[in-house]
């Protein structure tokens, strides 16, 4: 028998939950294709490790691009590996899958990723936004009538959302988060440091001294790439305050964004919110201070779930359990909930 899994697939990362198993695999969302067969070599971890390293016949590809799908034929590629990897279809039965997507995509969007999912191997493929399942994911009651508040910062995009009574109230999706905080840090070490880096260093250097909050206590990171004048290798140290400099115009986009949704809530689910704070996941919740960033600008309790990066699979295993009842109701919750091809 099939059994069935939920997908967050993320810029960055792609992370599958098993019903009853909990979380099996997570890779990053990268793909490595031979350009004269058009064959693929590689997929996930593999893959990444490839970055930056190949010859001119051999092109690694992330194909999700601000959280939707770029490259329609390897995103279904990559999806089929993984599918295939997990052994979980049946002799005569395909897995129902739970698969996310950001709040504001088109029906175009949507379309394209239960179509890669379906592809892959899927049977039934329900589809549902991010920041609903990250919060479900984080331990927040989205069903009672209060409000929560949950921003979602993955690999391609922020996503922020109001939840009560199960659904979105108010939301917005910013192609602004972790891959454009590594290409901040990128472009600020050419024009200051007059080096190229690749994207793996400037990722490495967010996570190691990166910091939302300008820092007391300065910390240098030694990094090497390759120097713009003479074309030759060159070590360089960077700090803490440069990086935070690098990052700080992004993150305060975010921010602002984050205003924007509280300004439109409803007076009384922002009450609640003042009293239950807001709930941060994703990679971009691991940033130093950026807790406190959000919640000095936000006037707002703010805190990183326990489980950040694995908030939305996390999420999207409670809510499988879920798609029998919505099966046996005609009426009720989660005959609403999930919106299916």
Known sequence: MAKDIGIDLGTANVLIHVKGKGIVLNEPSVVAVDTATNRVLAVGAEAYRMVGRTPSNIKVIQPLKGGVIADFDITEAMLTHFIDRLNVKGLLTKPNILICCPTNITTIEQKAIIEAAEKSGGKNVYLEEEPKVAAVGAG????????????????????????????????????????????????????????LIGERTSEQIKKEIGTALEPEKVIGMEIRGRDMVTGLPRTITINSREVYSAMHETLMNIVEQAKEVL????????????????????????????????????GVPVFAATEALDSVVLGTGILLENIGKKRNKKDGFFSRLFKSN
Do not use: C, W
Not at 160 to 185: E, H, M, N, R
Not at 186 to 192: A, D, I, P, S
């Open 263 to 298: 300004e439109t809530t409803p007076p009384e689910l922002g009450a609640d919110i003042i009293n239950t704070g807001i709930v941060l996941t994703g990679g971009g919740s691991l940033i130093n201070g950026i807790e406190e960033l959000f919640s000095s600008e936000l």
């Open 140 to 195: 927040l009651d989205i069903f009672q009538p209060n409000g929560n508040m949950v921003i979602d910062i993955g690999g391609g995009t922020s996503d922020i959302a109001v939840l009560s009574l199960g659904g979105i109230v108010t939301s917005s999706s910013l192609k602004q988060a972790g891959d454009k905080l590594d290409t901040d840090i990128m472009n600020f070490v050419k024009r200051e440091h007059k080096l």
